[in-house]
């Protein structure tokens, strides 16, 4: 059985008894004490193209010009801390919190920021409320309780968020029960249900507070804007019969207490000077909107009196309150930046989700699903800002080549492939199949990409079309990615049932012989294992399974195995993939890992889990070992575990995901014995480890997020 540790900074695993306390008095008193050590950077960093998937929100800080927080609808929560430049994810207490869902499933207006206690958080996720009192560092429930282990069918519409200038904390629920606290979330109340529409992701709510107090709640595409002058008591409808896209107040200390702006679905903007008891249309747009669009424009406005509007088609900004406004031509100045992704660059179309100003008022920041731009004149031009702001789906992780660790690819649901040369600082989109890539948004899936290991410039991808083309359909690039053919239609070869979205098609494999690289192995969840021997020329099919994922091989390639999440276990092949049996029968392998050097040794955590985050069967899972190959096994420790690593330069030390609030885990000493090796990295759990190209460095992906360190050995 392991011994686990869980303290949440490195010093704690140095520093005990009375030798703890004397060296830690000795560094306060040279000024060096605990919040130096705090301040260190972190040992996970984020690895990987920013923006895909969508981002749902953008909030500004209400003091500290320099912070910013996005929010995702599958990766969580995102901090700036230098204007909406470059981003790190800050979820991982909600995801330990939750036992580690697959999704933290997030719409915008849910979080939110005391305007005059910042360092209190409140975002509504996962059917509950968490709360932060130390700006977003860390986070603790506030109300509700976690979903069951298993249960994945609540709802991801959470609470619709604002909180008063008087630190009251207002939250909308998906049946839109209105609740209150006066307590920083310690305590909640309900209050009077505003007379609007369902809060749901087909009628997201956005409440919002004015400076005096008032506050209001608007339930797209249900019609009027709901108002209360007394904290949530009773209620009036005003714009009766305009549907509200998007509204917002002026800040506090301006002097505009009382005012606030709508913007409505046929492109007119209102704004009301008395606290919403009256409106005026001060603007008019073309924009279009219909039930069902999430593109719904954004508003947002400074303590100077800036206004920006971004309808369908235009931005229009006011200098003046709203007095007077000029108009810019969205495409006129518009630069790709740090956003790699192949769509939503070239043609904005207008297309915003959110908008949000930072406090001084020089740096706007709008997000469209996939991708989130800034403009620090004003609206005139835009500039793609995602470095770290990951919301790409990773299936599998980077494949760095073994020619040059600064060179890796990367495959992602959405988008395609991407390929970095220089150590993830920047990334390129892989044109693999051009005829599908157009300005226009359509779905472009990247799976599983890998490195051939004896060819520099040889690679493999998997991509799925669009529509009713989402099979899997392999690839190979021979210049590094310059260009691409075709080398296997999975349909067209083997068939299968491959429906319009994503399911079992985006999951497997693909792996080499170690000994002779032109026998390439690859897994399908639905079909099983197909086989090479010409480098992937000619395929057949030699194992027909359901639920295969992963496949490795000793260091020989004399042995195959294939990892199933779900029922059948684990199957090997001892003849170089030929024929196939199970070797470990269990009704699920959640992690896999052979050793480096060693023939017949490898390691499985049977978690019983499936898709590595609904729980089924009895906890906590096992590690085991095997020494002869997979004929029998010996139980290492029971960690509730998931994927696995073995080092291949130091063998014995491995890294493992847990699933039940124990994060990431590191051994030294080949599996016995495992200690916390979290320390601040983004996400909670991992659906996959891969080694990182130089000793010491490996990478994790999860289904929204992916991190390097550097720092595996110390």
Not at 23 to 32: A, E, P, W
Not at 59 to 80: C, I, K, Y
Not at 89 to 99: F, N, P, Y
């Amino acid at each position: 059985m392991s011994h686990l540790l869980a303290p949440k900074r490195i010093i704690a695993y140095h520093l005990r008894g009375v030798a703890a306390v004397c060296c830690l008095l000795f560094l306060l008193c040279l000024g060096i004490g605990q919040q130096s050590l705090a301040a260190a950077p972190p040992v996970w960093q984020p690895f990987g193209p920013g923006g895909g998937g969508w981002i749902e929100d953008v909030v500004s800080h209400p003091t500290n010009p320099q912070e910013v927080w996005a929010m995702t609808d599958l990766s969580g929560l995102f901090r700036s801390q230098d204007a909406g430049v470059t981003w790190r994810k800050m979820s991982s207490d909600v995801e330990r919190g939750v036992v580690a869902r697959k999704q933290i499933v997030s719409h915008n207006r849910q979080f939110a920021i005391d305007p005059t206690e910042p360092n209190r958080m409140y975002w509504g996720v996962c059917g509950m409320i968490w709360s932060s009192q130390d700006g977003g560092v860390s986070w603790q429930a506030s109300y509700g309780n976690p979903p069951a282990p298993g249960n994945d069918k609540r709802t991801g519409v959470g609470h619709a968020m604002t909180v008063a200038n008087d630190g009251t904390v207002f939250a909308l629920d998906h049946e839109s029960v209105l609740r209150t606290s006066r307590d920083h979330g310690a305590t909640w109340s309900e209050l009077t249900k505003p007379p609007v529409a369902q809060n749901s992701s087909d009628t997201p709510a956005f409440p919002f507070c004015l400076a005096d107090g008032t506050l209001c709640v608007a339930c797209r595409p249900s019609a009027g804007l709901a108002v209360s002058n007394d904290g949530g008591n009773s209620w009036s409808t005003k714009l009766a019969t305009s549907i509200i896209l998007n509204a917002c107040a002026a800040p506090a200390g301006t002097g505009h207490d009382g005012t606030l702006y709508a913007f409505d679905s046929t492109g007119r903007l209102h704004r009301s000077e008395d606290s919403g008891k009256t409106f005026v249309v001060i603007k008019e747009t073309r924009h279009q909107w219909k039930p069902g669009l999430r593109f719904a424009g954004g508003l947002a406005v400074s303590k100077s009196g800036k206004v920006m509007l971004w309808a369908l088609g235009e931005t229009v900004v006011s200098m003046d309150w709203g007095e007077s406004w000029t108009r810019h031509r969205i495409e006129t100045n518009w630069q790709r930046g740090s956003y790699a992704g192949m769509n939503r660059y070239a043609s904005p179309e207008g297309k915003c989700s959110a908008l949000a100003v930072t406090a001084d008022g020089n740096v706007w920041l709008k997000c469209d699903s996939s991708l989130m731009c800034r403009s620090t004149d004003d609206g005139v031009s835009w500039t793609g800002s995602t470095e770290g702001l990951q919301v790409l789906c990773y299936f599998q992780g980077a494949a760095v080549s073994p020619h040059s660790p600064h060179q890796a690819m990367v495959a992602a649901l959405d988008q395609g492939v991407f390929k970095t040369s220089d150590d993830g600082k920047s990334w390129q989109p892989m044109r693999i199949q051009p005829e599908w890539w157009d300005d226009k948004w359509q779905n472009h899936d990247g799976s599983v990409v890998k490195a051939h290991p004896t060819k520099p410039e040889t690679w493999f991808a998997i991509i799925h079309g669009h529509g009713g083309t989402r099979h899997p359909r392999l690839h190979r690039t021979d210049d590094g990615g310059e260009s691409w053919r075709l080398v296997l239609d999975v349909k067209k070869k083997f068939g299968g049932d491959w429906g319009r979205w994503l399911s079992d098609a985006e999951m497997g494999d693909l792996c080499f012989d170690p000994i002779n690289p032109n026998i390439i192995y690859l897994s399908n969840y639905q079909l099983g294992v197909l086989r090479s021997e010409d480098g992937g020329a000619t395929w057949v099919h030699t194992l027909k399974a359901k639920n295969g994922l992963n496949l490795v091989t000793s260091p020989s390639g004399q042995h195959v195995y294939l990892q199933c999440l779900k029922r059948n276990g684990l199957y090997a092949s001892h003849d170089r993939g030929l024929t196939w049996g199970i070797t470990y029968a269990a009704d699920g392998v959640d992690g896999l890992a052979h050793h480096p050097t060693d023939e017949s040794t490898l390691f499985v955590n049977d978690g019983q889990h499936e898709n590595y985050w609904s729980y089924k069967g009895q906890r906590p899972s096992k590690l085991l070992k095997s020494t002869d190959a997979g004929k029998t096994w010996n139980e290492l420790a029971r960690l509730d575990g998931g994927p696995l690593y073995v080092d291949p330069v130091k063998p014995s030390v491995m890294l493992t995901s847990t699933l039940h609030g124990r994060g990431i885990l590191r051994s030294t000493d080949g599996g016995m014995t495992w200690h916390e090796f979290h320390f601040d990295a983004p996400s909670h759990t991992t659906r996959g480890f891969t080694y990182g190209g130089l000793p010491g460095s490996v990478l994790y992906h999860m289904f929204g997020n992916m991190a390097r360190t550097t720092q595996l050995y110390k």
